[in-house]
């Protein structure tokens, strides 16, 4: 399990973490979140060993993961980091730079497994391509199945699929997340993306002022979003009489004490993202028609529809 306990650091002077603590299984899928700037990567280069914390602890079974002033080399055998800026060799090819790190003296083994992770990445096709005419989101993809070469027991992974076009995207997270839980490899996946949380990760934090606000299920965070912050991670959301209303719960009804007149309509495929105005609030709801701009409807709050 991976423990870790009142972690606090700071780059300069003024901390980026204060008093972290959270814990993961083996074999969990633990989703980061959080805005832009609130430690995120830094968590992860900090469970790397790639900076020495200003006080706490980070254990991975019995081990202890400690920065450059306890090792002469960053990281450890037992855990792989996938960047934002994935570090490949550009001159070599896609399986010689996942099979970079196998053991030379096992060539069948060597085949094999980085078939495998082509396979797991979908690249099988560009095996033989060199990485220097490969585009960013390929490039991601190599970099993952590298990673993964010599099956580490724990993956922190940044941003994972942030270069994937959308094509690609559901079927490599699946693809992806799938082959972590069926080897029991722990994932630590930081995000912006609720795509890459939901119907994968077993639990999320929601980083806020340094600190972690919320660890939970991402259904117990969906269902009951303690906060703006987290409930806009989900998606569209309005604030109703101090309540956090989402826009798919609230329904066009003939006649109720909110009325609202209609700014914009936006389509969304299924249905339309309706903005509208709500005694001088912004609010938004989904419907599944388009509604004419200035058009007033009235709307019934479904806290049951989730
Ligand atoms: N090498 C560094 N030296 C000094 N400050 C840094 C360094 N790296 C990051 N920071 C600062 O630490 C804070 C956290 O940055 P971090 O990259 O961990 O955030 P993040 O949540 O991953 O952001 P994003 O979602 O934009 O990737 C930011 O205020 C950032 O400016």
């Given at each position: 399990m991976?423990?870790?306990?009142?972690?606090?650091?700071?780059?300069i002077?003024?901390?980026?973490?204060?008093?972290?603590?959270?814990?993961?299984?083996?074999?969990?899928?633990?989703?980061?979140?959080?805005?832009?700037?609130?430690?995120?990567?830094?968590l992860?280069?900090?469970?790397?060993?790639?900076?020495?914390?200003?006080?706490?602890?980070?254990?991975?079974?019995?081990?202890?993961?400690?920065?450059?002033?306890?090792?002469?080399?960053?990281?450890?055998?037992?855990?792989?980091?996938?960047a934002?800026?994935?570090?490949?060799?550009?001159?070599?090819?896609?399986?010689?730079?996942?099979?970079?790190?196998?053991?030379?003296?096992?060539?069948?083994?060597?085949?094999?497994?980085?078939?495998?992770?082509?396979?797991?990445?979908?690249?099988?096709?560009?095996?033989?391509?060199?990485?220097?005419?490969?585009?960013?989101?390929?490039?991601?993809?190599?970099?993952?199945?590298?990673?993964?070469?010599?099956q580490?027991?724990?993956?922190?992974?940044?941003?994972?699929?942030?270069?994937?076009?959308?094509?690609?995207?559901?079927?490599?997270?699946?693809?992806?997340?799938?082959?972590?839980?069926?080897?029991?490899?722990?994932?630590?996946?930081?995000?912006?993306?609720k795509?890459?949380?939901?119907?994968?990760?077993?639990?999320?934090?929601?980083?806020?002022?340094?600190?972690?606000?919320?660890?939970?299920?991402?259904?117990?965070?969906?269902?009951?979003?303690?906060?703006?912050?987290?409930?806009?991670?989900?998606?569209?959301?309005?604030?109703?009489?101090?309540?956090?209303?989402?826009?798919?719960?609230?329904?066009?009804?003939?006649?109720?004490?909110?009325?609202?007149?209609?700014i914009?309509?936006?389509?969304?495929?299924?249905?339309?993202?309706?903005?509208?105005?709500?005694?001088?609030?912004?609010?938004?709801?989904?419907?599944?028609?388009?509604?004419?701009?200035?058009?007033?409807?009235?709307?019934?709050?479904?806290?049951?529809?989730?």
């Amino acid at each position: 399990m991976l423990k870790v306990e009142n972690l606090t650091f700071s780059y300069i002077k003024t901390d980026v973490l204060k008093d972290v603590s959270f814990k993961a299984d083996i074999g969990e899928n633990l989703a980061i979140i959080g805005e832009s700037g609130s430690g995120k990567s830094t968590l992860l280069k900090l469970l790397y060993g790639e900076f020495d914390l200003n006080a706490g602890s980070i254990f991975w079974k019995e081990t202890e993961v400690q920065g450059p002033k306890f090792n002469l080399v960053v990281g450890y055998d037992f855990i792989k980091y996938v960047a934002q800026e994935f570090d490949l060799m550009p001159f070599i090819t896609v399986e010689e730079n996942i099979g970079k790190f196998l053991s030379r003296f096992y060539p069948e083994e060597k085949h094999r497994r980085t078939q495998e992770l082509l396979e797991v990445v979908e690249l099988t096709d560009f095996a033989k391509t060199k990485v220097k005419t490969l585009s960013g989101g390929q490039k991601q993809r190599v970099a993952l199945a590298r990673a993964l070469a010599k099956q580490p027991e724990i993956i922190l992974l940044d941003e994972p699929f942030s270069h994937i076009d959308n094509f690609k995207k559901q079927s490599l997270r699946r693809s992806v997340f799938k082959y972590l839980k069926n080897k029991k490899i722990t994932c630590i996946v930081a995000t912006h993306d609720k795509e890459d949380v939901l119907g994968f990760a077993d639990n999320m934090i929601v980083l806020n002022n340094h600190k972690i606000l919320v660890n939970d299920s991402p259904e117990n965070l969906f269902k009951n979003p303690k906060t703006p912050l987290i409930a806009s991670f989900f998606g569209e959301f309005n604030e109703i009489e101090g309540s956090i209303i989402y826009a798919h719960q609230l329904k066009v009804v003939e006649k109720s004490k909110l009325k609202v007149k209609v700014i914009q309509s936006y389509f969304r495929g299924n249905y339309y993202l309706i903005e509208a105005d709500l005694s001088g609030n912004k609010v938004f709801f989904e419907h599944h028609l388009k509604v004419e701009n200035g058009a007033s409807v009235f709307l019934s709050v479904e806290t049951n529809k989730l």
